[in-house]
């Protein structure tokens, strides 16, 4: 919640000064901008860390400092940036913030090490803060995958044996591909009618998402269910991404029941088929959802051949036991 109600608040706040009220008091709106979004950026570092250092406060007052140049309405950041003495607080934060980031992306390329795998989001999130980073070069791998990486390798490493379960999804979704294509036409020129506006939004909306559909029908054929050298690597696209210990493993079940399944401590990760695996959990994952708090005590699946599978995780959990 400290995450999250920091942005929700300066929203709310630059969507206040729309107001006429605001118009016609643009000095007090641009002062009483700069209190709320610092006091609420400040009071979310408050609550996510007892403690925060001396960089964090920085980072959080650049941070509201740039919220409001960047949303505030043109006469609110002109009244704004006529008051040398308000700016002056979080401009000089802006600038700490800027200066320290770009001196330590001047160390992280001087120590710049091709096979580290998270050498993008450390190098970005000196300047910018981590969760964005990850989700925007999660968005650029995405769109990367839906683009350009045709007939790609499955993404097997060395010393692991995959197993494929796209076999049976694929079929389904690119029907499911299709019949969007055709909906989202005739929904965009029916749209289009009543508002170019409108139906030029919902064309981005919808070529986004056609986008993530095609990354997904990708993904599912690139990333198979590994068995590696410490667990089963789950794995449905790049929707799941989990790994769970042999040791973790209770038993393994094959064509599990429907009321198995859809027990509340089961995690059916089969997307749109029946399951035929369902691996039983001796140490529990944490809740999948923050509103429910039941632990994952069973994980179901579906593999386009699954007897292979079930062997040879037999025999790692018969070595595992010794």
Same mark, same amino acid.
């Given at each position: 919640m400290a995450a999250i109600a920091p942005p929700l608040v300066?929203?709310?706040?630059?969507?206040? +000064?729309r107001l006429p009220i605001a118009a016609a008091h643009p000095r007090v709106a641009a002062l009483l901008f700069l209190w709320i979004a610092s006091d609420a950026m400040m009071l979310g570092l408050l609550g996510r860390t007892r403690r925060p250092g001396w960089r964090a406060g920085i980072a959080a007052m650049a941070s509201a400092g740039m919220a409001v140049l960047s949303l505030s309405p043109p006469p609110v950041r002109a009244a704004l940036l006529a008051m040398p003495w308000a700016i002056a607080v979080p401009a000089v934060a802006i600038a700490l913030h800027g200066g320290w980031g770009l001196w330590r992306v001047t160390a992280r390329i001087r120590q710049w090490n091709p096979a580290e795998p998270d050498r *993008?989001?450390? &190098?970005?999130?000196? !300047?910018?803060?981590?969760?964005?980073?990850?989700l925007a070069l999660?968005? !650029?791998?995405?769109l990367h995958l839906a683009l350009f990486? *045709? %007939?790609?390798?499955?993404?097997?490493p060395a010393d692991t044996r995959g197993f494929a379960y796209h076999r049976h999804l694929q079929p389904m979704m690119i029907a499911l591909l299709i019949l969007s294509c055709i909906e989202i036409g005739v929904t965009h020129l029916l749209v289009a009618h009543w508002s170019r506006t409108v139906a030029l939004i919902l064309s981005v909306v919808s070529d986004v998402s056609l986008?993530? #559909?095609? %990354? #997904? !029908?990708?993904?599912?054929? &690139?990333?198979?269910? +590994? &068995?590696?050298a410490t667990g089963v690597r789950l794995r449905a696209g790049f929707l799941v991404d989990r790994t769970i210990p042999y040791d973790a493993i209770a038993g393994v079940t094959a064509h599990p029941d429907g009321e198995t399944v859809r027990a509340p401590d089961s995690w059916n990760i089969a997307l749109l088929a029946w399951p035929n695996i369902l691996l039983r959990l001796s140490t529990p994952l944490p809740?999948?959802? *923050?509103?429910?708090? !039941?632990p994952v005590r069973a994980v179901a699946f579906r593999l386009d051949e699954p007897g292979p599978f079930l062997d040879a995780l037999q025999a790692r959990l018969d070595a595992e036991a010794g």
């Open positions: 300066i929203a709310m706040a630059a969507a206040l +000064l *993008w989001l450390l &190098l970005f999130a000196e !300047i910018m803060p981590r969760p964005l980073v990850r999660g968005e !650029i791998r995405l990486r *045709w %007939g790609a390798a499955p993404d097997i986008l993530y #559909l095609i %990354g #997904l !029908i990708k993904s599912l054929r &690139l990333a198979p269910v +590994l &068995l590696t809740p999948r959802l *923050w509103r429910r708090r !039941i």
